[in-house]
């Protein structure tokens, strides 16, 4: 099987898993950004370890993995997630470090690492979350319809970005970083998100949530998830420079890693939770 084969039949299960899953929302989502989290860290400490780090992937990849199970908890009511906690995360981390890699074993270097990957990774997916319980009409297609929306700009980002530097980029963005990146590609990038999110906005989410945005507002949206998913692939990137690797692993056919998948995600759904509040607007 071809690579191209392999990305589609990964792509055709995924997908509307994905979605079937955002859809039922509750325990299932937050499984689902659990399982997501756990694995990107896994990923996130192997490329550190091959930058030469020693992260506490033991205690770290399960507490990434934990993070979007404790949000669904607060959700619930069960607990509250409070500074405090959050707190007592990191001493643990910290209190790991003391048997684990001692005086001789980098322990400033492997808390700072543990602490960034479970941030990196279950912090920020944790977000898709709250986005999926934002929306003013409190039903599971319309917080799926708001859901899909970054995720949508973000897929059309990159294939915005992809297709036109593929097809006229000539002028580097950041060859150090990422050398296939063009300056025309990240316009590119941009352009395709902007033309979509105006037909998402009138024939999905406002018929199915009820809410909307102003055509500045819209557009301000799509060019800001646009931006911060091409800031997300160049950090991937960086770590993966960093650490001398192609891909952060092999976990998905044709695709890479969970990183590889999921890199501009981790930048664009904290900033989409921040944007979203203040634009939508109830759409009757």
Known sequence: MSELARRVAVAIVAIPAAIGLIYAGDAALAALLGILAALAAWEFFRLAGLAGTRPLGLIGIPLAGLVPIAVHGAYLGVFQITASGVAVGVLAVMAAAIWTHGVSGHPMG????????????????????????????????????????????????????????????????????????????????????????????????????????????????????????????????????????????????????VLDRLDSLFFVLPVSALLLGPLLRYAP
């Not at 990146?181 to 018929?207: Q, S």
């Open 110 to 257: 492997a808390v700072g690492v543990t602490v960034l990957g479970v941030a990196y990774t279950g912090g920020m997916l944790s977000f898709a979350y709250a986005i999926r319980y934002l929306a003013y009409v409190p039903d599971r297609g319309a917080g799926t319809a708001l859901l899909l929306l970054p995720l949508l700009l973000t897929w059309a980002s990159d294939t915005g970005a992809y297709a036109v530097g593929r097809l006229v980029g000539k002028r580097k963005l950041i060859p150090s970083v990422s050398p296939g990146k063009t300056w025309e590609g990240a316009i590119g990038g941009v352009l395709l998100p902007v033309a979509i999110v105006g037909p998402y906005l009138k024939w999905v989410l406002r018929p199915l949530a009820h809410i909307g945005m102003t055509p500045a507002a819209a557009i301000a949206f799509a060019v800001a998830v646009s931006i911060t998913a091409q800031v997300g692939d160049l950090f991937e990137s960086l770590l993966k420079r960093e650490a001398g690797a192609k891909d952060s692993s092999h976990l998905i056919p044709g695709h890479g890693g």
